[in-house]
């Protein structure tokens, strides 16, 4: 499960020529009076976008000088800027030069960057897949070649830029860009049966990649898994659609304790022809979630995790005998977290991350797989590792050392001395370094200052220049009736948790005021964090401008305040996320200027998860709840994420049912709001209608509203978040 990625759309306000009373006003008995002024509108939010924020267009660090690619001109352009000026230096490719392509948004260099893939006529499959007809072009012959009449998927050049690897029909094939000729290398890919070179649905979702082959550095073999899903149960959808009869989305979909997909290891010798199963023997296991070839071009590296994924083995394949040995193993009483960390140095020592002294770090080992050092220490964790400068010996990374809701980025030598922070700004910090690290991009914000985008010196972090800043939004928001995120912490019988909290703008500490609680909660995720305002955090302002106060707790199984905290919640899902939610409700509650008798809670997902369950197991503190897409048993979840935190159904039936909503409607009194896409491939309709049947059989009134088709995210159209938050909103201030 991913976390909703919401919108950053900044808003545009409206003069309210006329007092308003809200219902939250005029349900107080303390009523107040709201400021004449700007007002936020949901179609300021959700519609107009009209003060968004700038933001600097996804751009490309080349592999050779000091240079990046931007795609400008409404994607006619490719060009090329000079990290040192930031000026453009040439315009690479234009689309008015190239037949039948009419945008270079999906573009993919080889590795020495003479040649690219663009990519056309694209279609979404799952949140990372896609596929399409794509071609190559030459950038010294300027000749442009279809790689295929068919859509195809994840083309990829070889390191000497003479082929390309790519799939169809659950197939691999590969394209001689030399004599211009293309060869099958799989045979047996089958729809929801047999797929080669590409991941399944729960390994896309889950392990965060699609692309399941690699070539190895003398682009003479292709390494690949083959995925065999005759096995795995199949989830179906009705997708309604505006033909007369609806159709069905049928793919496999492995639910927690059910079968996945049958993995193994393959490796394709173009010179010999021959395919063949490279066998791993105990060091198998259950998944094999990343294949990468080392800086040795005959040395594959495996990465393989047994299904509790509490045990990752890194093994070394050699290319020619097949034979693999063990280089690394880490094991974690909870699980192991699969990232793509893993750098291998010229001399194929390589550097990883992991959380085995307590918290997040930077460790360097020799090919062999022995501990040199740990490059990284402290009580804060390393929450982006940016690359190795061979050239100096040092890491860059972003971490937490600034404070847990903050991101600083920092340098480091090899050996683990010489530390340097090059960020100077408290808040998000993020950067985008040159090939060379002699530059980097620094992208700022925080709940005050809006994103700024800088160009800084890498080895000193000395800013050079600012190529985009938003004063113009930190001066129109200014003028707004907009109270001010105030972050601290809250302390409850249970522990001390990160919070923000927005009042109102003419707040009144006398007066009671109702309490609107927001949260995500699930494992290793982070709300409460310092930076600019997303589409979410104007429609909590605008709930503070109707008078209530707006509150986010980070609580117990959220990320970046080490290993233990995280992971507390092993094997029993939401049974401490919704202790502290209640608990922090409580504690808010007590305070003279909160109206605890009118406390709300709202989340997406995992978050209505936990909303579901703080009107249920919470009911004697929450009055009201939304649960958006929310999970209601984690057995309807896939197996990977599911079982990474609490092992299958089978081995730990309490873990699932102790905390599951859908066993607690008895206890519901207050209001409860439920809404789902029922195109959602990820958490499943079948969550809420479940929750609904054991509503109504506990004889519980509640509201509904389902968006046919809509997928996890209820972004399909343009009016369908505008009609949500509509609804939303007079929910809270009918219930609230």
């Known amino acids: 499960m991913k976390k909703i990625l919401f919108l950053l759309i900044s ?150 830029e003479n082929k390309v690897a790519f799939m169809y029909a659950n197939n691999i094939y590969y394209k001689d860009l030399k004599t211009n000729t293309t060869k099958q290398i799989t045979f047996d890919g089958e729809k929801n049966k047999i797929i080669n070179g590409i991941t399944d649905w729960v390994y896309e979702e889950e392990f965060a990649f699609v692309r399941a082959f690699d070539w190895n550095g003398n682009s003479d073999k292709l390494a690949y898994i083959r995925f065999d899903e005759t096995n795995v149960p199949e ?110 140095l010229d001399d194929n020592s390589f550097i990883w991350t992991s959380e085995k002294d307590g918290f997040n770090h930077i460790y360097h080992y020799n090919n062999t797989g022995k501990l040199i050092n740990q490059v990284t220490k402290g009580n804060w964790e390393v929450t982006n590792y940016y690359g190795y400068d061979k050239k100096t010996a040092r890491i860059y990374y972003q971490s937490t050392e600034d404070g847990s809701i903050n991101r600083s980025i920092s340098t480091i030598a090899l050996d683990g001395t010489s530390q340097q922070k090059l960020s100077s700004k408290i808040g998000s910090n993020s950067a985008a370094f040159s090939n060379s690290f002699n530059y980097y991009i620094n992208t700022f914000s925080s709940a005050e200052t809006p994103t700024i985008y800088t160009l800084n010196e890498a080895k000193t972090g000395k800013e050079i220049k600012v190529i985009k800043e938003n004063s113009a939004v930190k001066k129109l928001v200014s003028s707004y009736n907009l109270g001010k995120k105030e972050f601290s912490t809250i302390t409850t019988k249970d522990g001390t948790y990160n919070m923000w909290m927005i ?109 579901s369950l703080a009107i249920t197991k919470g009911a004697d503190t929450f009055k009201t709840a939304i649960a958006v897409a929310p999970v209601t048993s984690w057995r309807f979840y896939d197996t990977i994420y599911t079982e990474r935190y609490m092992q299958t159904p089978q081995e730990n039936a309490s873990g699932y049912d102790d905390n599951s909503p859908i066993n607690f409607t008895h206890l519901l009194k207050g209001n409860y709001l439920l809404v789902h896409g029922s195109g959602d491939d990820n958490v499943h309709v079948q969550n809420t209608m479940r929750m609904i049947n054991a509503l109504v059989k506990a004889n519980k009134q509640f509201d509904m509203l389902i968006y046919p088709d809509r997928s996890h995210g209820i972004y399909s159209t343009r009016n369908d978040r505008l009609h949500l938050y509509k609804k939303m909103t007079t929910f809270i201030e009918d219930n609230l």
Request: glycine share 8%.
């Open 11 to 160: 808003i545009s306000l409206f003069i309210s020529c006329t007092t308003t009373k809200t219902t939250a006003q005029q349900t107080n008995n303390t009523t107040q009076n709201t400021p004449v002024g700007k007002q936020i509108s949901l179609e300021d939010i959700w519609s107009k976008g009209t003060f968004r924020t700038q933001r600097l267009g996804g751009f490309h660090s080349m592999n050779n000088g000091d240079y990046y690619v931007v795609v400008n001109n409404r994607g006619a352009n490719l060009d090329k800027y000079s990290y040192k000026t930031l000026e453009k230096v040439e315009t690479i490719i234009s689309t008015n030069n190239l037949s039948g392509i009419n945008s270079l948004y999906d573009y993919t260099f080889s590795e020495a960057e003479n040649k690219l893939i663009i990519g056309t006529e694209t279609e979404q499959i799952f949140r990372h897949s896609s596929r399409g007809i794509y071609y190559v072009y030459d950038l010294v012959s300027k000749k442009l070649t279809k790689i295929s009449d068919n859509k195809i998927q994840e083309p990829t050049l070889s390191p000497d």
């Open 503 to 611: 009042k109102p703008a003419n707040f009144d500490a006398t007066k009671k005021h109702p309490l609107f609680m927001f949260q995500y909660s699930g494992p290793g995720s982070q709300s409460v964090a310092n930076r600019w305002n997303g589409a979410n955090d104007y429609w909590h302002y605008m709930l503070s401008q109707k008078g209530y106060i707006v509150v986010c707790v980070d609580g117990r199984g959220t990320g970046f305040k080490g290993r233990d905290f995280k992971k507390v919640t092993q094997k029993e899902l939401g049974k401490y996320e919704i202790e502290d939610q209640i608990e922090a409700a409580k504690e808010l509650g007590k305070r003279n200027y909160i109206d605890e008798s009118r406390i709300g809670i709202w989340g997406w997902s995992y978050g209505g998860y936990m909303s």
């Open 235 to 344: 989830f179906s959808m009705d997708m309604f659609g505006s033909d007369l009869y609806q159709t069905q989305q049928v793919f496999k979909y492995p639910k927690a304790g059910e079968k996945n997909a049958e993995v193994s290891l393959h490796l394709y010798n173009l010179q010999t022809q021959n395919n063949q199963k490279v066998e791993l023997g105990n060091q198998q296991q259950y998944y094999i979630p990343r294949i990468e070839w080392t800086k040795q071009a005959n040395t594959l590296c495996v990465t393989t995790l047994n299904r509790h994924q509490n045990n990752l083995n890194l093994l070394f394949v050699d290319g020619n005998s097949l034979q693999s040995s063990l280089i690394l193993n880490e094991k974690d009483t909870a699980y192991v977290d699969v990232t793509d960390n893993l750098t291998f």
